[in-house]
T-cell receptor
Framework: AQSVTQLGSHVSVSEGALVLLRCNYSSSVPPYLFWYVQYPNQGLQLLLKYTSAATLVKGINGFEAEFKKSETSFHLTKPSAHMSDAAEYFC???????????WGAGTKLIIKP | EPEVTQTPSHQVTQMGQEVILRCVPI?????FYWYRQILGQKVEFLVS????????KSEIFDDQFSVERPDGSNFTLKIRSTKLEDSAMYFC??????????????FGPGTRLTVL
């Protein structure tokens, strides 16, 4: 069985500061990992995904995530937060045997001016 | 850029009524999905659909739920007799699955269903 845990339902950072959103997964098969972002009143948009190629994955809007198998983690980072990054971020995992996505609870990112 | 669309954006219904949520997936995509998110809870997988049949479904997707691709463009989720606990945001997604489960699922903006 697969599961995803996102640490922190809310994360608050100052504009220009480092963004770090944590995601840990559990999977009995090699995982495929995704980060999605949801802006207010909008759908879920893919930020980036890990599919067993490079462990450091670059996504849109300056975000990146590093797959660390030993830590079962896939944390999302951005060097410098923008006000426009305020949104909810979801980590998800899918497995080889099925296509459904298993989701974390989401982390709301708040950017302070 | 092509996108998944969903209608209506909001649906209010009385308990016991039937509702149909509509989705138009991206035109060349082959796999279609429904997920839901109850307020304050995780996004949950409901069902996936390929080649005009259900390929996977979760425990949530019981006999009250059904999906259909009535024509070449729409993908619908029907709830036969709504319950209060069906109140949620329902997301439709599609993917082309050329490569398998690594392929990106593209999501629509969701339909907020409120059951009174």
């Amino acid at each position: 069985a697969q599961s995803v845990t996102q640490l922190g339902s809310h994360v608050s950072v100052s504009e220009g500061a480092l963004v770090l959103l944590r995601c840990n997964y559990s999977s009995s098969v090699p995982p495929y990992l995704f980060w999605y972002v949801q802006y207010p009143n909008q759908g879920l948009q893919l930020l980036l995904k890990y599919t067993s190629a490079a462990t450091l994955v670059k996504g849109i809007n300056g975000f990146e995530a590093e797959f660390k198998k030993s830590e079962t983690s896939f944390h999302l980072t951005k060097p410098s937060a923008h006000m426009s990054d305020a949104a909810e971020y979801f980590c998800a995992v899918s497995g080889e045997s099925n296509y459904q996505l298993i989701w974390g609870a989401g982390t709301k990112l708040i950017i302070k001016p | 850029e092509p996108e998944v669309t969903q209608t209506p954006s909001h649906q209010v219904t009385q308990m016991g009524q039937e509702v149909i949520l509509r989705c138009v997936p991206i035109s060349n995509h082959l796999y279609f999905y429904w997920y839901r998110q109850i307020l304050g809870q995780k996004v949950e997988f409901l069902v996936s659909f390929y080649n005009n049949e259900i390929s996977e479904k979760s425990e949530i997707f019981d006999d009250q739920f059904s999906v259909e691709r009535p024509d070449g463009s729409n993908f619908t989720l029907k709830i036969r007799s709504t319950k209060l606990e069906d109140s949620a945001m329902y997301f439709c997604a599609s993917s082309d699955h050329v490569g398998g489960s690594t392929d990106t699922q593209y999501f629509g903006p969701g339909t907020r269903l409120t059951v009174l």
